[in-house]
């Protein structure tokens, strides 16, 4: 879990609990006219905020907020942005994804966001071989960083054993031969030491002779997700981010399909939690291992004569008992107990009632 996610999740519930998340546009015409939206956001707030807390309160939230928004990093390349604040706590954090605006005061902060930004950011590593050199990269849907990088040349023999097992070879392409199967195993030792720090999905690129020889002698079989082929060692990272995006959307796809076999396997051994009445009773009693969730299902409710119970919301609710968006209160309660969270497209659990969550036991 990263660090920014734990520190919102584990912030002490203090009312009032203010999360504002809003769009970025880091381009200089537009800064001011963000700046001027920002405000208005506080004022919006401020409104809310001073009809059911006390001014001491607000006041201090507001200044909070005020503070968060004046050290704004707009030169970002982050799409959006997400700021947390009550009385004890603050918190800035940036997003990989495109948001609506949305201010919410309630209890406890909302994290749906982050969690979605967390999950829609498509970590991979790529292993670009040519017949010069070797790269591994760590790349998402819009960067990638070099981890490494090997050159052939450097696996010439010069001295030692591999020199005299290589002058027993009259016929050059024999001896190039070795020299390129003894680099391609570094490689793979290589990519083992990585894997062993980042276990991502891998996208080999490069010329069939050389891929195909990479995959017969790979030790790493199960983490390479597809083979890429042709020329492309003087591709920019922008081009090879664009060359392995269908092959991360057939991953998304697969790993859609494996949550619908899990869904399945827990229905029959009774480990199915369905709906949002049933999805609330089963995470409050800590049964949550892995919820499923719609992309944009929230569930506004009310809370019931106990905690284990609520009901959907109707026009006469009890604001003192009102909840936001169930869902995430959901998430949060199966993060905070071990588990873990996955969105899918929106009907995809149409027969689930769009939230299901399977249980440890």
Request: glycine fraction near 6%; charged fraction near 25%.
């Amino acid at each position: 879990m990263p660090q920014e996610l734990k520190d919102v999740l584990e912030a002490i519930h203090y009312r009032p609990a203010v999360s504002v998340i809003i769009p970025l546009d880091n381009r200089i015409s537009v800064r001011k006219e963000m700046a001027l939206k920002l405000k208005l956001t506080v004022g919006e707030v401020y409104s809310e905020l001073k009809e059911n807390y006390p001014p001491e309160t607000s006041s201090l939230v507001i200044k909070k907020l005020e503070n968060l928004i004046a050290a704004l990093d707009y030169i970002t390349d982050k799409k959006s942005v997400a700021l947390f604040v009550s009385p004890i706590f603050e918190k800035v954090v940036y997003l990989d994804i495109p948001v609506e605006k949305k201010i919410i005061i309630d209890e406890s902060f909302e994290i749906r966001d982050l969690v979605f930004s967390q999950k829609q950011t498509h970590k991979y590593l790529i292993l670009l071989l040519t017949g010069k050199k070797a790269r591994i990269c760590l790349g998402n849907s819009k960067s990638f960083v070099v981890l490494l990088s090997e050159r052939l040349e450097s696996f010439y023999p010069v001295t030692g054993e591999m020199q005299e097992r290589v002058a027993n070879f009259s016929d050059s392409s024999e001896r190039k031969e070795i020299i390129m199967e003894k680099f391609l195993h570094q490689v793979d030792k290589s990519l083992g030491n990585i894997l062993a720090n980042y276990q991502l999905p891998v996208f080999v690129i490069g010329a069939d002779r050389i891929g195909g020889h990479f995959k017969k002698l790979t030790q790493h079989t199960a983490a390479i997700a597809g083979y890429v082929h042709g020329n492309y060692e003087e591709a920019t990272g922008e081009q090879l981010i664009e060359i392995v995006l269908p092959y991360i959307s057939v991953l998304v796809n697969k790993k859609q399909q494996e949550l619908f076999d899990q869904l399945g396997e827990a229905a029959g051994k009774n480990q199915l939690a369905i709906g949002m009445r049933d999805v609330w009773r089963a995470a409050i009693n800590n049964k949550g291992r892995l919820l499923l969730v719609e992309k944009n299902y929230m569930c506004p409710a009310q809370r019931g004569s106990n905690e284990e119970t609520i009901y959907q919301l109707d026009e006469t609710y009890d604001k003192f008992s009102y909840i936001k968006d169930a869902v995430d209160d959901v998430i949060e309660k199966v993060l905070k107990n071990g588990g873990d969270v996955e969105f899918v497209d929106e009907g995809l659990l149409k027969d689930y009632h769009h939230i299901a969550l399977i249980q440890f036991y």
